[in-house]
């Protein structure tokens, strides 16, 4: 059976896949059960290499990784070209961080004993990956599982398989068989890999898919990244660039971003200076020039859906001006909404598109109460030209993480993770090592007799 893909430029047919059964699932983590010991059996050093030579094989094909990806998710060359440079940035940055990973207390902790820590990988990890970002997001997963000894069973969206398939053939290559392996299918190829002998799943979507997920792994460790409606507290006194700034940032990947910012809440005093500065900004940000379209019918139809729900009594859209041959695309135009209810959908929600909420607070209390609302709690920003205050709110605001007069700016170094609804574990940084490994504590005895003598 085959899953038909979709070009979200033009919202053509482009391709077929096959969606991996009960059969193909069990297999494939059967392989990766088989490949386990001689992975985890590498020395750190060993790993390392064979992820450096990833890293390279990558970069010599990356004019392929580009196509392959622009190709499920309409990105403008320059956001995919990014993109696969940041999956070999990350596979070099973990192919360092395990080899220089430090470990907790060891040494003479008991009298009469000697402790150490070992740090050992999970054993086999289901990956499920979004179709915003179908290689950054497999980097983010994929890349510290396999450092830490792991092997990886990854599922792509549906709509997007054909980058991580790429990566899943050059990794046969050179990490070895059945150390990463590629599983295309649809939503129950998901449900039956969480359901099979995988020792943790690491998952990137929605809060129900993400609920649905943690139910059925039961007592396995899960990592969850569930989405984010990122508040934007704007003061007064904000940098000049803020307005162009967001709306570059709202407008990457057509604002299909979990950490996107989505609301923007000031001051009552500067609400009407942020509505239009906020819409001549955004009106300045063509949909099919500046950024692509959204990625398939489903979340077009949940933006409309989301804008048609709303009370909001004024917006202000951009433009539209896609290619030759692009008209029946997945393409919404960048949009401003003011004047509406805390309780809006297009507030609460996560919109997921490239559109920005207007808020007002009477002060900055309030404005954090707002900015606290809503479930979601990934990432956050504050744009004012006083650091002490930005600090004072980015530690009240609750979020996984927060900018301060910038927002979208990531690096492997820093960890990325969220709070209440948005799930929880940490990707990005050498932190998120540990998320797919167990500690396990050695003792020795050093002295002969009794216990405690």
């Known amino acids: 059976m085959n899953t038909v893909l979709v070009d979200p430029r033009t919202g053509r047919e482009r391709g077929t896949v096959p969606i991996a059964g009960e059969g193909e699932v069990r297999s494939a983590v059967a392989g990766a059960r088989a490949a386990l010991p001689g992975w985890r059996g590498l020395t750190p050093k060993d790993r390392s290499r064979r992820l450096e030579r990833l890293a390279a094989l990558i970069e010599e094909h990356s004019a392929e990784y580009v196509a392959r990806?622009?190709?499920?998710?309409?990105?403008?060359?320059?956001?995919?070209?990014?993109?696969?440079?940041?999956?070999?940035?990350?596979?070099?940055?973990?192919?360092?961080?395990?080899?220089?990973?430090?470990?907790?207390?060891?040494?003479?902790?008991?009298?009469?004993?000697?402790?150490?820590?070992?740090?050992?990988?999970?054993?086999?990890?289901?990956?499920?990956?979004?179709?915003?970002?179908?290689?950054?997001?497999?980097?983010?997963?994929?890349?510290?599982?396999?450092?830490?000894?792991?092997?990886?069973?990854?599922?792509?969206?549906?709509?997007?398989?054909d980058s991580l398939q790429l990566l899943a053939e050059h990794a046969a290559g050179v990490l070895g068989p059945d150390v990463l392996?590629?599983?295309?299918?649809?939503?129950?190829?998901?449900?039956?890999?969480?359901?099979?002998?995988?020792?943790?799943?690491?998952?990137?979507?929605?809060?129900?898919?993400?609920?649905?997920?943690?139910?059925?792994?039961g007592g396995r460790r899960v990592s969850l990244e569930l989405g984010g409606n990122a508040p934007v507290l704007v003061l007064p006194d904000a940098p000049g660039d803020t307005w162009t700034e967001l709306a570059r940032a709202c407008t990457y990947n057509a604002g299909q971003s979990c950490a996107a910012p989505a609301r923007v809440i000031t001051l009552r005093e500067n609400y009407e200076t942020a509505v239009r500065r906020l819409s001549e900004a955004l009106s300045a940000r063509v949909a099919g020039r500046d950024f692509g379209p959204l990625n398939n019918p489903d979340q077009a139809a949940r933006y409309d859906r989301v804008l048609a729900a709303s009370a909001a009594k004024r917006g202000v859209a951009g433009d539209i001006v896609p290619n030759s041959g692009e008209e029946r695309g997945f393409w919404r135009a960048a949009r401003v909404l003011a004047d509406l209810p805390d309780d809006d959908p297009a507030v609460?929600?996560?919109?997921?598109?490239?559109?920005?909420?207007?808020?007002?607070?009477?002060?900055?209390?309030?404005?954090?109460?707002?900015?606290?609302?809503?479930?979601?709690?990934?990432?956050?920003?504050?744009?004012?030209?006083?650091?002490?205050?930005?600090?004072?709110?980015?530690?009240?605001?609750?979020?996984?993480?927060?900018?301060?007069?910038?927002?979208?700016?990531?690096?492997?170094?820093?960890?990325?993770?969220?709070?209440?609804?948005?799930?929880?574990?940490?990707?990005?940084?050498?932190?998120?090592?540990?998320?797919?490994?167990?500690?396990?504590?050695?003792?020795?005895?050093?002295?002969?007799?009794?216990?405690?003598?």
């Open 69 to 161: 990806e622009r190709a499920g998710t309409g990105k403008p060359d320059a956001e995919t070209t990014g993109e696969v440079e940041q999956l070999a940035d990350l596979l070099r940055f973990y192919a360092s961080a395990v080899r220089a990973q430090s470990t907790p207390a060891a040494g003479r902790l008991v009298d009469g004993h000697e402790s150490w820590v070992r740090w050992e990988p999970v054993g086999v990890v289901g990956v499920i990956v979004p179709w915003n970002y179908p290689l950054l997001m497999a980097a983010w997963r994929c890349a510290p599982a396999l450092a830490a000894g792991n092997t990886v069973v990854a599922k792509p969206a549906e709509t997007t398989p």
């Open 348 to 453: 609460v929600e996560e919109v997921f598109g490239p559109l920005l909420t207007v808020q007002a607070a009477d002060d900055l209390d309030g404005a954090v109460t707002l900015a606290n609302g809503v479930p979601q709690a990934l990432a956050a920003s504050v744009w004012t030209g006083d650091l002490s205050t930005g600090l004072s709110l980015a530690a009240r605001l609750d979020a996984g993480e927060t900018w301060l007069n910038c927002h979208l700016v990531q690096t492997a170094e820093l960890p990325h993770g969220g709070r209440g609804s948005s799930g929880h574990g940490t990707d990005l940084s050498v932190l998120a090592l540990h998320e797919f490994q167990r500690p396990k504590t050695v003792t020795a005895r050093l002295t002969a007799g009794r216990w405690g003598s």
């Open 181 to 217: 392996q590629c599983l295309p299918g649809d939503r129950r190829t998901g449900r039956l890999l969480v359901e099979d002998h995988v020792d943790m799943v690491a998952f990137t979507g929605s809060g129900r898919a993400g609920a649905d997920v943690a139910a059925r792994a």
